[in-house]
């Protein structure tokens, strides 16, 4: 196994290291010469797509927020995106779930596993999942959903650690699996039952929403489209393309990246014909690739969500 698939594998190493020097770690993944020599090197792609160290986590953002009592509580699956990446996602989900009369507990909590699994490191990601499953698991033994902002780490707890795996042993994943939710489909799901706050405030813009490939795998269709549908003055363009290309870490490697911009080059021109405000995806990873690959700025629903309901 080359030693770049190792350190893809691995989110949790990547942030735990980059975090604490993330100008620093910032300006090499962004400068040309010290991407070419980490092609030549490790075998990553010079251009591409590199999140951006946030320089906090949102778990320790976590540990100091207040939180707000409410008879019905979840817990909060961020994944190692949000957590490095991207910890102001974990805050507006956070603040939407409580503006929805829940109270939001976050575990502690590691990667799902995902990458490794992909990268054939099976042992290994079976470890991961079997640790992240036991913080888990007493939530949803007590009956507490588990809400993730990631469709791929949260199909990686619902099915692909027991099928892909074969998990069907670990008893804490059994648990789990029963209790995890997109928090798309947390939230069409509480629309449905009359318990979504829907006093929305208009949001004039026009985006493009791209459904990400392992959505599909929950088998729940599109529910950002059901809550977009009820956001006044907000215009959706529903992408037809089928992937973005990135496939995780696929499209990162060298030799797998002139492919990856392929898969996605329907996408992106679907997206550049648009012209929208903004364009809009579930997964991380594919929102990295649509901005890399378009310029427009691709955020979460949640965003959107967030600042429909008057939180921003």
């Not at 980059?18 to 090499?28: E, K, S």
């Not at 990553?44 to 100091?64: C, K, N, V």
């Not at 791929?152 to 619902?158: E, G, N, P, V």
């Not at 579930?282 to 901005?291: A, K, L, P």
Request: proline content about 6%; some cysteine; hydrophobic content about 40%.
């Amino acid at each position: 196994m080359p030693l770049r698939d190792r350190i893809l594998a691995r989110p949790t190493l990547a942030g735990r290291l980059g975090t604490p020097v993330a100008p620093l770690a910032n300006w090499a993944l962004r400068n040309r010469l010290a991407r070419r020599v980490a092609e030549r090197t490790i075998g990553i792609h010079r251009r591409a797509p590199m999140p951006t160290f946030a320089g906090r986590t949102f778990q320790r953002t976590a540990r100091r927020r207040r939180a707000v009592s409410a008879p019905r509580r979840v817990a909060f699956f961020h994944g190692c995106g949000t957590n490095y990446y991207e910890p102001r996602l974990g805050e507006l989900t956070v603040a939407l779930l409580e503006h929805n009369g829940l109270a939001v507990e976050v575990p502690k909590q590691d990667c799902c596993g995902l990458p490794l699994q992909s990268n054939g490191l099976f042992d290994d990601a079976r470890g991961y999942v079997h640790r992240l499953a036991a913080r888990l698991a007493p939530f949803a033994r007590e009956g507490v959903d588990i809400v993730g902002t990631s469709t791929s780490c949260t199909l990686m707890l619902k099915r692909e650690a027991l099928e892909i795996l074969g998990m069907e042993d670990d008893a804490d994943l059994r648990a789990v699996s029963g209790r995890v939710f997109a928090i798309c489909e947390y939230l069409v799901a509480m629309h449905e039952r009359g318990e979504l706050e829907t006093d929305f405030h208009p949001v004039p813009e026009t985006v493009v929403y791209h459904a990400p490939c392992q959505q599909q795998g929950h088998g729940i269709g599109k529910p950002a489209l059901d809550l977009f549908a009820l956001v006044p003055e907000l215009r959706v363009v529903e992408s037809d393309a089928a992937c973005c290309g990135i496939a995780g870490t696929y499209g990162l490697k060298r030799e797998k990246y002139d492919i990856a911009m392929r898969v996605g080059a329907g996408l992106f021109a679907q997206i550049a014909d648009t012209a929208p405000d903004r364009a809009v995806c579930d997964s991380e990873t594919c929102r990295w690739q649509i901005e890399h690959a378009t310029g427009v700025r691709t955020v979460h629903p949640v965003e959107l969500l967030h600042r429909a309901a008057g939180l921003a």
